[in-house]
């Protein structure tokens, strides 16, 4: 059974657009993230969410937003896609007693063209 | 602002040899220090992690080192194999939640 899925796996669009990627964990965590890694492998943190709340990081543009509908599921939805957005993006989760052990997702690789 | 620094960038080592990578931090608010393993294609995955009160845990071949004093710690890969290939992570935990990263270091083993 996979503890943290993704969908979609790929996902090639126009600048301009909106785009939603979908998050879904199994594990019965309470709290989920979504991380950018860039070309480089650069792997930082967007946002954390629990059922109590949400934390942002200062430097991600509020074109991106974090939608959970329930515990079990954090989707991230980005409007007026650019090229710089092109990456990686990883959902995890865990419980908020031991953050430092996080379970990742198999990323959502998104190309602005 | 680079939280966690992390070297070398990249590792090449040779079967059996022994791999070594480093991190240092200044936020001595950080609570605890994992590592992380990502293959291609593939999301992070926990490998080991640390408190700061302790200085050195093992697991199997892998051995985290801490030294708090200098706020510095280290991954070594004992006995590496070609199956260690892949991009390592350090990272260091603050707060309830929030997870900072090194850069990664891409290991290569050589059978």
């Known amino acids: 059974d996979t503890a943290v899925s993704q969908t979609p796996k790929y996902l090639v669009t126009q600048m301009g657009n909106d785009k939603s990627i979908k998050c879904e964990q199994n594990?019965?965590?309470?709290?989920m993230y979504w991380y950018k890694q860039d070309s480089k492998k650069f792997l930082k943190i967007m946002f954390s969410?629990?059922?109590?709340?949400?934390?942002i990081n200062e430097t991600v543009p509020n074109r991106f937003s974090p939608k959970s509908p329930d515990k079990a599921h954090l989707n991230l939805h980005i409007n007026s896609l650019e090229l710089g957005d092109s990456a990686v993006y990883f959902c995890?989760?865990?419980?908020?007693?031991?953050?430092?052990?996080?379970?990742f997702g198999p990323g959502t690789r998104l190309t602005v063209t | 602002q680079q939280q966690v620094k992390q070297s070398p960038q990249s590792l090449i080592v040779q079967k059996g040899g022994i791999s070594i990578i480093n991190c240092a931090y200044e936020?001595?608010?950080?609570?605890?220090f994992p590592w992380y393993q990502q293959f291609p294609g593939k999301g992070p995955a926990l490998l080991i992690a640390i408190r700061p009160d302790v200085s050195e845990k093992k697991e199997g071949r892998f051995t985290i080192s801490f030294n708090k004093s200098a706020k510095q710690f280290s991954l070594h890969i004992m006995d590496s194999q070609p199956g260690d290939s892949a991009t390592y992570f350090c990272?260091?935990?603050?707060?309830?939640?929030?997870?900072?990263f090194g850069t990664g270091t891409r290991l290569t083993v050589i059978p």
């Open positions: 594990l019965g965590h309470d709290t």
């Open positions: 936020n001595t608010a950080f609570d605890y």
């Open positions: 969410y629990n059922n109590k709340e949400l934390i």
């Open positions: 990272a260091a935990k603050a707060g309830a939640n929030n997870l900072f």
């Open positions: 995890a989760s865990s419980q908020v007693t031991t953050a430092y052990e996080q379970y």
